[in-house]
């Protein structure tokens, strides 16, 4: 099993930026890619970018390509989402998850990860 731990969330102004952290625990070797996703309130959770554990190439959703840049950091089993330019529908929270298996790639279904943290609340006021 992997366990992952998010951190970093909290309470900014639409134009500020912020910096999430998601730990990873546990079978670490068996990690493919590590992505976020988050969910407003009510509403379905929703892929925001995904990266490779080994090469660290990344995929986006639109809604935040430009504005957002996930990477991750092997020595310290940690993957960091950075958000920029923060709008009030970023608001959400925000939840990182492993997937295991290469096949299908850097994938934006949330079905496709097995592992998934407790989330962290990111709230953007206007």
């Known amino acids: 099993q992997v366990q992952l731990v998010e951190s970093g969330g909290g309470l900014v102004q639409a134009g500020d930026s912020l910096t999430l952290s998601c730990a990873a625990s546990?079978?670490?070797?068996?990690?493919?890619?590590m992505g976020w996703f988050r969910q407003a309130p009510g509403k379905e959770r929703n892929f925001v970018a995904t990266?490779?554990?080994?090469?660290?190439?990344?995929y986006y959703a639109d809604s935040v390509k430009g504005r957002f840049a996930i990477s991750r950091d092997n020595a310290k089993n940690t993957v960091y989402l950075q958000m920029n330019s923060l709008k009030p529908e970023d608001t959400a929270i925000y939840y990182c998850?492993?997937?295991?298996?290469?096949?299908?790639?850097?994938?934006?279904?949330?079905?496709?990860?097995?592992?998934w943290g407790q989330g962290t609340q990111v709230t953007v006021s206007s």
């Open positions: 998850a492993t997937k295991r298996s290469i096949s299908g790639g850097l994938s934006a279904f949330e079905s496709d990860y097995e592992y």
């Open positions: 546990g079978r670490i070797f068996s990690i493919y890619a």
């Open positions: 990266v490779s554990w080994s090469t660290g190439s990344a």
